[in-house]
């Protein structure tokens, strides 16, 4: 079973790069056909897809954050991770690590999510 938690810092100022990092200890993340997204949700809004890394570490990102994401994975750690840069009070929103389909969408294997306030 797929089990996720994601850590890092718990706030972040302004400009600076958000970085995330989502421990899988459950199966591995380079199990075939599996895809490993970052999703978020700022406060009062929906979901949005950040990106994903694929099994072999192809990445995809939302073509609106993509100038500024940046997915990696530790295969030796079962981690992938997340870095956004150029953070602003718009980039505040609770961060999901999970697992998904190859376009994105959910499918089990949510963590639990973090907290990222934007502040000076």
């Known amino acids: 079973q797929v089990q996720l938690q994601e850590s890092g810092p718990g706030l972040v100022k302004p400009s600076q790069t958000l970085s995330l990092t989502c421990t899988n200890s459950g199966g591995s993340i380079t199990t075939r056909y599996s895809y490993w997204s970052w999703i978020r949700q700022p406060p009062g809004k929906g979901l949005e897809w950040i990106g994903k890394?694929?099994?072999?570490?192809?990445?995809d990102y939302n073509p609106s954050l993509k100038s500024r994401s940046t997915i990696a994975r530790d295969t030796s750690k079962n981690q992938f991770t997340l870095q956004l840069s150029s953070v602003t009070h718009e980039d505040a929103a609770v961060y999901y690590c999970?697992?998904?389909?190859?376009?994105?969408?959910?499918?089990?294997?949510w963590g639990q999510g973090t907290q990222v306030p934007v502040s000076s």
């Open positions: 890394i694929t099994y072999s570490g192809d990445t």
């Open positions: 999970a697992r998904t389909g190859d376009d994105g969408s959910p499918n089990g294997g």
